[in-house]
């Protein structure tokens, strides 16, 4: 089937950048859109963003103005690009593919977690 493999998290101090990777390999028929979740200890599943196969974007309230996502077709990976990062940005994102709009066949990452001291 499709794996999906994560990387570039790591600890950030307040106002620092980091740029996530996902790279799909696998099975992979066709790709409507690659995304990203992010998940706290205790607290609800969050989603961040998204980037279609035509190139559409969109972002939570909470990142929007801070992160950019973008994608290499050939490579089949997406990247969040992080910047101005913030403590409550502390959290293991995982990436997402979406093989379909209505999100019938999805396929998760293994997380990266992303740590912004206090």
């Known amino acids: 089937q499709v794996q999906l493999v994560e990387s570039g998290g790591g600890l950030v101090q307040p106002g620092g950048s980091l740029r996530l990777s996902c790279a799909a390999s696998?099975?992979?028929?066709?790709?409507?859109?690659m995304g990203w979740y992010r998940q706290t200890p205790g607290k609800q599943r969050e989603w961040v963003a998204r980037i279609t196969s035509s190139n559409f974007t969109n972002y939570s309230n909470s990142v929007q103005g801070r992160c950019t996502i973008s994608r290499d077709n050939a490579k089949n990976t997406v990247f969040l690009q992080m910047n101005s990062l913030k403590p409550e940005d502390t959290a293991v994102y995982y990436c997402y593919l979406d093989g379909y709009l209505d999100g019938s066949l999805r396929y998760w990452g293994q997380g990266t977690q992303v740590t912004v001291p206090s």
């Open positions: 696998g099975s992979i028929s066709r790709i409507y859109a």
